[in-house]
Nanobody
Framework: VQLQASGGGLVQPGGSLRLSCETS????????IAWFRQAPGKEREGVSV????????FHADSVKGRFTISRDNVNKTLYLQMNSLKPEDTAVYYC????????????????WGQGTLVTVSS
């Protein structure tokens, strides 16, 4: 099982980024996929999660209305569109998968990608 996150970088406050998570080694459409992030000195937290079909999505209150999660079950890829970025969004962003329903609890996720760094700064 492999998850490869990409798309991070340096962006100014108010800007946008789109993260991607390419996957292989498991039946993508049968797994819940989520984005987590970990800021320096803080615990890893759930950001956004997509149900197996993509029809159900959930976002942490801190990103609701600014971030959008989506998935392409044909190309086995997860996305996170991040708009109106704030300095407090600075973190390493990880994608993760689990064979179960949607959740933002990190302890429920078995498979993790390596992370991509997002820095929001002027």
């Amino acid at each position: 099982v492999q998850l490869q996150a990409s798309g991070g970088g340096l962006v100014q406050p108010g800007g946008s980024l789109r993260l991607s998570c390419e996957t292989s080694g498991f039946t993508f459409g049968a797994y819940t996929i989520a984005w987590f992030r970990q800021a320096p000195g803080k615990e890893r937290e759930g950001v956004s999660v997509s149900s197996r079909s993509g029809g159900g999505t959930f976002h942490a209150d801190s990103v609701k209305g600014r971030f959008t999660i989506s998935r392409d079950n044909v190309n086995k890829t997860l996305y996170l569109q991040m708009n109106s970025l704030k300095p407090e969004d600075t973190a390493v962003y990880y994608c993760a998968s689990r064979f179960g329903g949607p959740s933002l609890r990190r302890e429920l996720y078995k498979y993790w990608g390596q992370g991509t760094l997002v820095t929001v700064s002027s």
